[in-house]
């Protein structure tokens, strides 16, 4: 995908990042998290929509694809990652706390946003679609914003 290499770089270094920054949070938190299987679960959701993000901007940066093979990458990024975020949620089981950023996490979920945006991208590449990668700029803002929210809500709950 010619001309999204800084797309590409920027992206990953995001994901990086937040990755990195999650890992730091859950470490002071270790212990609080090892007793609490729904914050555990919690978290390892925020941390696969995060390594989603650099795993795109992987994909994005293996020179020579053709949009169809990159298609396919994220058609099977974006399969796996979604059945990793639905077995972390069934397993996470708590009910969420009612407060509006949650109510709001309930209705735009960044974890089907994200998986579905980056398999519409995959499948949009694999047809043929010009215009295809631009589907990927909301997705993945939609993946910072929610990611954060969520890294949010879950830094709170471990203050509580």
């Given amino acids: ?6 797309f590409a770089v920027i ?9 990195g920054l999650l890992f730091v949070a859950i470490s002071i938190h270790a212990g609080r998290i090892a007793d609490s299987a729904s914050l555990r679960h919690r978290a390892g959701q925020t941390l696969v929509v995060f390594a989603m993000l650099l795993l795109v ?25 979604a059945i990793l975020l639905i077995r ?23 974890n089907v946003t994200t998986a579905l945006g980056v398999a519409l991208t995959g499948v949009l590449l694999l047809t043929g679609v010009q215009w295809a990668p631009y589907t990927l700029l909301p997705t993945t803002c939609a993946a910072i914003v929610g990611g954060l929210a969520s890294a949010y809500l ?3 709950r471990l203050t509580d």
Avoid: C, F, H, Y
Wanted: aromatic share 2%.
């Fill in 1 to 6: 995908m010619a001309g999204w290499d800084n």
């Fill in 11 to 19: 992206v990953g270094g995001v994901g990086g990042a937040l990755v």
């Fill in 57 to 81: 901007a992987v994909v994005l940066s293996v020179p020579s694809q053709s949009d169809r093979v990159v298609g396919a990458e994220l058609v099977v990024l974006a399969v796996g990652a």
């Fill in 88 to 110: 972390l949620d069934r397993s996470a089981g708590e009910k969420v706390a009612d407060n509006p950023l949650s109510r709001i996490l309930r209705q735009v979920n960044p």
């Fill in 154 to 156: 879950l830094l709170t």
